[in-house]
């Protein structure tokens, strides 16, 4: 189980997630990020294709680097 903020996630609060899998932080993160920051959900619905590559490839990388709880 991994706790990541949405600060790290390139968001502008401390909300903190926390899941088993990529995919979790995800769906989490994005309930947060719908109903805390409206504005930014809406960039992320029309971000490119080459946008959301990179922005998964960045996910990715935090993913990798947050240590494992427990």
């Not at 995800?26 to 959301?52: D, F």
């Amino acid at each position: 189980m991994k706790t990541i903020t949405c600060e790290q996630l390139g968001g502008p609060c401390d909300y903190k997630i926390t899941a088993n899998t990529p995919e979790e932080v995800i769906k989490s993160g994005m309930k947060h990020v719908e109903k805390a920051h409206p504005e930014i959900a809406k960039k992320m619905e029309n971000m490119s294709y080459e946008e959301g590559k990179n922005w998964n490839h960045f996910f990715m990388k935090i993913w990798r680097m947050t240590p494992n709880m427990g």
